[in-house]
């Protein structure tokens, strides 16, 4: 069974860093194209990060670029999000997903992680 | 504001069919054929419904089904009944430099 389950998430000021994870089983985690996907309280769903199965390759919203760092451990079948500079519009509820052969086709995703950006 | 356009609710009675549009540019939905739509509950995994405009995944009933007309892309989910309450997003790919682009979703409601 694939299951994919995010940590990390928590209240943090304007300015500051947080460092969400992502646990995975169920598949062959470093054959995989994985995401990083946000929901805004009361909006639709923003994609904001990918990484190739060899964590080679990295991809970013403009809403995020500069800040925001993804990359993996396929040893411990883990994905990361490192988040910088924090700002109130980044909260969110975070999610990982899963590519299954091309975009925009995510076919597993994790049930999300609570970001708060507030001072 | 979201790069895809979708009606923010929908509805229909059980049985009835409904249909959700999302509505892009020539430069994502229209100019590719890999549109995907997600079904969320509130608290839970989004659950992907259908890939590539009109395909499938296993276990997805033959009861939703997706198509597309120029830069215009639908759901529509037939036979509707009460577990089809829930959010619905359509996504489409963008090009290389930002691949995934959402739309604002749209709030499917069973009377």
């Known amino acids: 069974e694939v299951q994919l389950l995010e940590s990390g998430g928590g209240l943090v000021q304007p300015g500051g860093s947080l460092r969400l994870s992502c646990t995975v089983s169920?598949?062959?985690?470093?054959?995989?194209?994985m995401s990083w996907v946000r929901q805004a309280p009361g909006k639709g769903l923003e994609w904001v990060s990918g990484?190739?199965?060899?964590?080679?390759?990295?991809y970013y919203a403009d809403s995020v670029k500069g800040r925001f760092t993804i990359s993996r451990d396929n040893s411990k079948n883990m994905l990361f999000l490192q988040m910088n500079s924090l700002r109130v519009e980044d909260t969110a509820v975070y999610y990982c997903a899963k590519r299954q052969s091309a975009w925009p086709r995510l076919d597993y995703w994790g049930q999300g992680t609570l970001v708060i950006v507030s001072s | 504001q979201s790069a895809l356009t979708q009606p923010p609710s929908a509805s229909g009675s059980p049985g009835q069919s409904v249909t959700i549009s999302c509505t892009g540019t020539?430069?994502?939905?229209?100019?590719?054929?890999?549109v995907s739509w997600y079904q969320h509950h509130p608290g839970k995994a989004p659950k992907l419904m259908i890939y590539e405009v009109s395909k499938r995944p296993s276990g997805v009933p033959d009861r939703f089904s997706g198509s597309k007309s120029g830069n215009t892309a639908s759901l529509t989910v037939s036979g509707l009944q009460a577990e089809d309450e829930a959010d619905y997003h359509c996504?489409?790919?963008?090009?290389?430099?930002?691949?995934?682009?959402f739309g604002g979703g749209t709030k499917l409601t069973v009377l």
């Open positions: 020539s430069s994502d939905v229209g100019g590719y054929n890999y």
């Open positions: 169920g598949f062959t985690f470093s054959s995989y194209v």
């Open positions: 996504s489409s790919y963008a090009g290389s430099n930002n691949p995934v682009v």
């Open positions: 990484i190739s199965g060899s964590g080679a390759s990295t």
